[in-house]
């Protein structure tokens, strides 16, 4: 895996095994120190809250709402459409693109998870690392304590239960619940 001369910010940033080296955390510094920012932020500065927020992530729609506290990765690979709500305690873990659509309502502790890890034990003791892209869907609600998986796209309008684990594609109109996250009805 070593013989590919791009650095591992370009490996990374290409959705290609990496290693998280000096490269990569320099970007990630960057991220905390305006997530730190953000977080510290209160509910009487909205100017202040928007405008770090257009600074961390990659782009953040017209009235849209993200409570802090707010954990990523590197922000700039989180898109946020218009319109939509965030509540207290959102992980995106956006080593590759996590892409939430127009008035799409995340409840409390949602975790959206694009980063994975190689099943084999050495790769992984050699700390090699990849992630594949999350999109979610316009209209999605995310109930509270929901997980999306790596490489996962949820269809516009549906429904995930509290809890739930989505580890699957899961298309557009149902509501889907349980662990892993399963359809139980058309919408």
């Known amino acids: 895996m070593t013989s590919d001369e791009r650095s591992m910010r370009e490996r ?49 729609g017209e009235e849209t709402v993200v409570r802090p506290p707010l954990y990523v990765d590197y922000g700039s690979n989180l898109t946020i459409g218009r319109g939509t709500f965030v509540n207290f305690g959102l992980v995106a873990l956006d080593v590759a693109a996590i ?23 050495e790769s992984r003791r050699q700390k090699w ?9 316009d209209n999605v609600w995310l109930g509270g304590g929901a997980i999306v998986c790596p490489g996962v796209r949820i269809g516009e309008n549906t429904v ?11 298309p557009a109109n149902v509501v889907a619940v349980g ?9």
């Open 160 to 170: 995930v239960g509290a809890g739930a684990v989505v580890a699957k594609d899961l």
């Open 99 to 121: 892409t939430i659509g127009d008035d799409v309502q995340i409840g409390p502790n949602v975790q959206l998870l694009t980063p994975t890890h190689p099943v084999d034990p």
């Open 179 to 187: 662990n892993p996250a399963r359809v139980v009805r058309e919408l």
């Open 12 to 60: 990374m940033l290409a959705g290609e095994p990496y290693i998280a080296d000096e490269s990569v955390g320099t970007l990630h510094e960057a991220a905390m120190e305006l997530l730190e920012a953000y977080n510290a932020t209160s509910v009487r500065e909205p100017a202040r809250r928007r405008e770090l927020l257009e600074r961390l992530l990659g782009s953040v």
């Open 129 to 137: 690392e990849s992630a594949e892209p999350i999109t979610i869907g």
